[in-house]
């Protein structure tokens, strides 16, 4: 017998947290530590920053693979790693 969870109607369990923590640190494609997971009244959301908007795009994609029914928000930022432009004068 499956246990089936509605999720539409409450948020999600505690244990959904975890496995996309542990999803987004163990995955070698992804191997992101720097997402945090807050559950909010209608669903989680993920909170951090990373390198590109390609990078968070995969994050996003897998966990919505993984976790088809729960509903995710993203408020992940994009960090501008980029070489300098200029070359630093020190005084």
Not at 33 to 41: D, F, K, P, S
Request: avoid cysteine; charged fraction near 35%.
């Amino acid at each position: 017998m499956t246990e089936h969870r509605d999720v539409a109607t409450g948020p999600p369990d505690e244990y959904v947290e975890a496995e996309i923590h542990r999803l987004l640190a163990e995955d070698p494609d992804v191997a992101e530590q720097g997402i945090t997971v807050v559950r909010r009244e209608r669903g989680l959301v993920l909170y951090g920053e990373v390198e590109s908007p390609h990078r968070r795009e995969e994050i996003l994609r897998r966990v919505a693979e993984r976790f088809p029914d729960v509903p995710v928000t993203s408020d992940i930022g994009v960090i501008r790693a980029q070489a300098p432009t200029e070359i630093e004068q020190l005084p």
